[in-house]
Nanobody, 129 residues
Framework: QVQLVESGGGSVLTGGSLRLSCVVSGYTNERNCMGWFRQAPGKEREGVAAVYSSGGSTYYAYYPDSVKGRFSISRDRAKKTLYLQMNSLKPEDTAMYYC???????????????????WGQGTQVTVSS
């Protein structure tokens, strides 16, 4: 059974940093896409990062323009953990953040929530000015 458990959320001031973690169990195919999504009150859930490996040590990461250069996604194979490093945080980054895992190889439509089969319970990130 696949389980995704997020942690690392919290409250920070504008310009601060947080690192989210997602411990993965029951899911070991690194060629499948894994991503981070967020959802603010009254808004659609949106993808903020995704990553997959084509094999070996090469990883491919994807970001929307809104977070590019500020957020960084990574995977630790040994720890079975997905990370999201978030720097230069802004109030508009405030949301519940979810870890997600796809049921197929690649990140073709990484931003589409319907591509993901498994979801964590979420961790809250609040950025105040």
């Amino acid at each position: 059974q696949v389980q995704l458990v997020e942690s690392g959320g919290g409250s920070v001031l504008t310009g601060g940093s947080l690192r989210l973690s997602c411990v993965v169990s029951g899911y070991t195919n690194e060629r499948n896409c894994m991503g981070w999504f967020r959802q603010a009150p009254g808004k659609e859930r949106e993808g903020v990062a995704a990553v997959y490996s084509s094999g070996g040590s090469t990883y491919y990461a994807y970001y929307p323009d809104s977070v590019k250069g500020r957020f960084s996604i990574s995977r630790d194979r040994a720890k079975k953990t997905l990370y999201l490093q978030m720097n230069s945080l802004k109030p508009e980054d405030t949301a519940m953040y979810y870890c997600a895992a796809a049921g197929r190889i690649g990140c073709g439509s990484w931003y589409d929530r319907t591509e993901y089969t498994y979801w964590g319970q979420g961790t809250q990130v609040t950025v105040s000015s």
